[in-house]
């Protein structure tokens, strides 16, 4: 000040001092040391009466350049605090960007974020609520001046809750006691806040596009000076929660590709398991050739197939299709499997072994309401024959070495449906080394206008005849996947020479 005084005094050709009021009266600080004074305090605009007064004409001059100058460093100290305001929030957004980057789950973060709000704003208590939409309600995941473990969580519903509320209706709610003509717009029941003002603001979140989503609520109270949050601290508290809606968001999305990356990986295992539980055609050493292949449409289906040496070169062959596809139908699948390896072993006749697997898992059928067509044939090269009972599964052929195919008819209703005594059997002659027993579900056929129909899998097949089982098989899926490259039902297909 000293310097303003003396360009002043060079100005008007005299001595000038400066007077500041301090809210009691006028002391000097500037234009010389304290002259052991003090004017009165001007009660008007004007010139002052002092004990070296300046000459008349020069006062209205320096008042005006006073003026002037103390006008402009009033204005430099508002740029000034707005500049260190508005550096303070680009500080605090920059600083939440941060922590949220290193981080995809909001609960490791959210206690620094509900911190460094809570600071800037100047609120003792804040807290962050992030909507559990499987409850139905509002949990904090972080809090500051209190314990958010102690904070219950809040019904959505609740028509008492400020929080609720906001979530809501998606808007902020702000209570500020120094304003006569707002009234109080929380709930009338007894708070524990120390202060009077809050602020409550919903965290909301929008893919592109898409409509705008409340995935939670900042709340803030008890300002630490003056009892009300400003217009200017609800919309750096906005720009936060947007940020925090895009990591609430991002989070879900990750947790969502971990839960789906998880379950890929059970359904895999799942897959092989279940293939695992399919003999291979080693079984068979040597009585008879035999090559299969299951491609469930899911990860795991309810198709299947076995193979059993019966001794004396007879070999038992069964394939059969549970009547759905997915999960359910692989656990009554593998119960199945697990049932056809007990009694077909017993080497009783094909209708028996039906009969015994019928029994076994009648219960099971009964209360999952569902049902298997299943062929099961004994195969005696020997004795030349094939002796057989097919529980509605019509997909069951013969073909010899020349000629048409010849189909294996039905001898019973599929099990679920039949009963013991409807279960019969029958039997067709075999020529050894020659005919093909051959087995599919209904999936790989499409008898949709230009599928890969029944009379084009038989042709695939008896046009393949001479070749080996594995061949024939390789060259009919081949077929298939060109034809219904997207098939809604699992597929299965066996064939066997002996």
């Not at 198709?303 to 070169?313: E, K, M, N, Q």
């Not at 073909?399 to 195919?405: D, E, H, I, R, S």
Request: glycine share 8%; net charge negative.
């Amino acid at each position: 000040m000293e310097s303003v005084a003396e360009a002043l005094g060079a100005l008007s050709g005299a001595r000038v001092r400066l007077w500041r009021f301090d809210g009691r009266g006028l002391r000097a600080f500037g234009g010389g040391p304290d002259p052991g004074y003090a004017p009165p305090i001007p009660r008007t605009p004007g010139p002052v009466a002092s004990p070296m007064p300046a000459p008349p004409e020069l006062a209205p001059q320096l008042a005006g350049v006073l003026g002037a100058f103390f006008a402009a460093e009033r204005e430099a100290a508002e740029i000034t605090d707005e500049l260190t305001s508005r550096y303070e929030e680009i500080d605090l957004l920059y600083a939440i960007s941060e922590i949220l980057g290193q981080t995809t789950r909001l609960e490791e973060a959210a206690p620094t974020i509900v911190r460094l709000v809570a600071e800037t704003v100047g609120a003792r208590r804040a807290s962050i609520m992030v909507h559990d939409e499987d409850a139905g309600v509002l949990r904090a995941v972080a809090a500051r001046g209190f314990s958010a473990e102690g904070l219950e969580p809040v019904q959505v519903a609740d028509q008492t809750s400020v929080a609720a509320r906001v979530f809501r209706e998606e808007r902020i709610i702000v209570c500020d006691p120094t304003d006569p003509y707002l009234p109080n717009p929380g709930s009338h029941d007894p708070r524990s806040y120390l202060g009077q003002a809050f602020l409550s603001i919903p965290i909301c979140y929008a893919v592109p596009g898409t409509k705008t989503r409340c995935v939670g609520v900042i709340n803030l109270t008890d300002r630490l000076a003056g009892d009300t949050f400003t217009p200017s601290e609800a919309k750096l508290v906005s720009a936060v929660a947007n940020q925090i809606g895009a990591a609430i968001e991002n989070a879900r999305l990750v947790a969502r590709d971990l839960r789906r990356q998880r379950l890929q990986r059970e359904l895999e295992l799942a897959h092989d398991l279940q293939l695992k539980l399919l003999p291979a055609p080693a079984v068979l050493q040597g009585d008879a050739l035999v090559a299969a292949v299951c491609r469930p449409v899911d990860s795991v289906g309810g198709d299947f197939y076995t193979f059993t040496r019966l001794g004396g070169g007879r070999v038992g062959v069964m394939l059969g299709d549970v009547s759905s596809h997915g999960f359910s139908a692989a656990l009554v699948m593998a119960l199945v499997m697990s049932a056809a390896g007990i009694h077909a072993h017993a080497g009783s006749s094909p209708d028996e072994v039906l009969a015994a697997m019928l029994e076994s898992l009648g219960n099971e059928l009964a209360s999952t309401e569902m049902f298997l067509s299943v062929f099961y044939g004994m195969l005696d090269p020997k004795g030349g024959r094939l002796v057989y009972a097919s529980a509605g599964h019509p997909h069951a052929f013969r073909v010899p070495a020349t000629g048409a195919p010849e189909r294996l008819e039905s001898t019973a209703p599929p099990l679920g449906l039949a009963t013991a005594a409807t279960l019969t059997r029958a039997q067709v002659a075999w020529t050894p080394g020659e005919d093909l027993l051959c087995l599919w579900t209904d999936g790989l056929v499409d008898q949709r206008s230009g599928g890969f129909t029944e009379e084009r899998l038989l042709e695939a097949i008896a046009s393949r005849r001479h070749l080996t089982p594995d061949a024939i098989v390789a060259a009919v899926f081949d077929e298939a996947d060109l034809s219904t490259p997207r098939p809604v039902d699992d597929r299965t297909l066996l064939i066997l020479r002996a």
